[in-house]
């Protein structure tokens, strides 16, 4: 499970509803502080939400881009059904991410965190034209690791027979699946009511129906790979949901840029905000450039 270093919207960064023509979104919206370069959207994993970014707003904001974090269908603070699996198809998960995109009415660069690299990357294979460059973050070609696997599947059962405070309960015994940095709760900062509460927003047909794709998604590096768009392949030095030699070799047939995290495992923005939000910018400023 993801660990933001905190809930709350820090200066600069908006919270507020996001209207798209397929409803709304809540987001994370920080302006850019230098000369403005460009707009980049951010997409979290699996379990995940917008608090995740909330470190790199700052930086990304001083480098001159400004960013907006979103909470996906039926994450956290975005509504969802409950029950519908189907309205979490990645098809239409994809199809959310385009309506994101229109509505903030600027060309945007991508940026999806492991799951939610997963969905960007649907997103612009049904259409790139509102993107100017793609960054996969700790996101790989195809299904999780087979450990992973079996992690998700645990979850996925325990949705189907208990409610989520009872799921809640039964997962601080283990690591959460997919999202493995959490870290543990003895320094300093105990942030397991702001965890609970966001766990309890979320809906289970969401987590049910994105646990399986993350268990079944087919290898379409090729498909991306024949996009025009510039792509960036970044992750931490360490990351046991798909293994870096597999993100290497993803780069290399997507023709991407690709940056390596020191000191860094699954979720490098919120393991080493700074070093990942330099690495974007350096990536959109040769965009930008090129």
Same mark, same amino acid.
């Given at each position: 499970?993801?660990?933001?270093? %905190?809930?709350?919207?820090?200066?600069?960064?908006?919270?507020?509803?996001?209207?798209?023509?397929?409803?709304?979104?809540?987001?994370? &919206?920080? #302006?850019? #502080?230098?000369?403005? +370069?460009?707009?980049? @959207?951010?997409?979290?994993?699996?379990?995940? %939400?917008?608090?995740?970014f909330v470190a790199l707003h700052g930086p990304l904001a001083e480098a001159g881009y400004r960013t907006v974090a979103v909470?996906?269908?039926?994450?956290?603070? %975005?509504?969802?059904?409950? /029950? &519908?699996?189907?309205?979490?198809?990645?098809?239409?998960? !994809?199809?959310?991410?385009?309506?994101? =995109?229109?509505?903030?009415?600027?060309?945007? /660069?991508?940026?999806?965190? *492991?799951?939610?690299?997963?969905? #960007?990357?649907? #997103?612009?294979?049904?259409?790139?034209?509102?993107?100017?460059?793609?960054?996969?973050?700790?996101?790989?070609?195809?299904?999780? %690791?087979?450990?992973?696997?079996?992690?998700?599947?645990?979850?996925?059962?325990?949705?189907?027979? @208990?409610?989520?405070?009872?799921?809640?309960?039964?997962?601080?015994?283990? &690591?959460?699946?997919?999202?493995?940095?959490?870290?543990?709760?003895?320094?300093?900062?105990?942030?397991?009511?702001?965890?609970?509460?966001?766990?309890? !927003? $979320?809906?289970? =047909?969401?987590?049910?129906?994105?646990?399986?794709?993350?268990?079944?998604e087919p290898d379409r590096v090729a498909e991306l790979a024949a996009v025009r768009l510039p792509k960036h392949v970044l992750?931490?030095? +360490?990351?046991?949901?798909?293994?870096?030699?597999?993100?290497?070799?993803?780069?290399?047939?997507?023709?991407?840029?690709?940056?390596?995290?020191?000191?860094?495992? /699954? *979720?490098? $923005?919120?393991?080493?905000?700074?070093?990942?939000?330099?690495?974007? !910018?350096?990536?959109? &400023? /040769?965009? $930008?450039?090129?």
């Open positions: 499970m993801s660990r933001p270093p %905190s809930f709350t919207p820090p200066p600069g960064v908006r919270a507020y509803r996001l209207a798209t023509a397929r409803g709304e979104f809540a987001v994370f &919206d920080a #302006a850019a #502080a230098a000369a403005p +370069r460009g707009t980049a @959207m951010l997409l979290p994993g699996f379990t995940g %939400s917008k608090e995740d909470d996906g269908r039926g994450q956290y603070e %975005s509504e969802g059904p409950e /029950h &519908d699996e189907t309205a979490y198809a990645q098809d239409e998960l !994809a199809r959310d991410v385009l309506a994101q =995109a229109r509505a903030l009415d600027t060309p945007v /660069h991508l940026v999806g965190h *492991s799951l939610g690299g997963q969905i #960007a990357r649907a #997103a612009v294979l049904l259409d790139p034209s509102p993107f100017v460059s793609l960054t996969l973050m700790s996101s790989g070609p195809a299904q999780i %690791s087979p450990s992973q696997q079996q992690r998700v599947k645990l979850l996925r059962d325990a949705l189907g027979v @208990m409610d989520m405070a009872r799921v809640w309960d039964a997962i601080q015994a283990m &690591d959460p699946p997919e999202e493995t940095d959490a870290g543990d709760l003895d320094d300093g900062l105990d942030d397991r009511d702001d965890l609970r509460r966001r766990w309890l !927003a $979320n809906s289970p =047909a969401q987590l049910i129906a994105t646990g399986r794709q993350l268990c079944t992750s931490g030095e +360490r990351d046991d949901t798909w293994p870096i030699p597999l993100l290497d070799e993803m780069a290399g047939r997507l023709d991407a840029h690709r940056t390596v995290v020191r000191d860094a495992e /699954h *979720s490098p $923005n919120t393991d080493q905000p700074l070093e990942t939000a330099r690495a974007l !910018a350096e990536f959109w &400023d /040769h965009t $930008n450039t090129g």
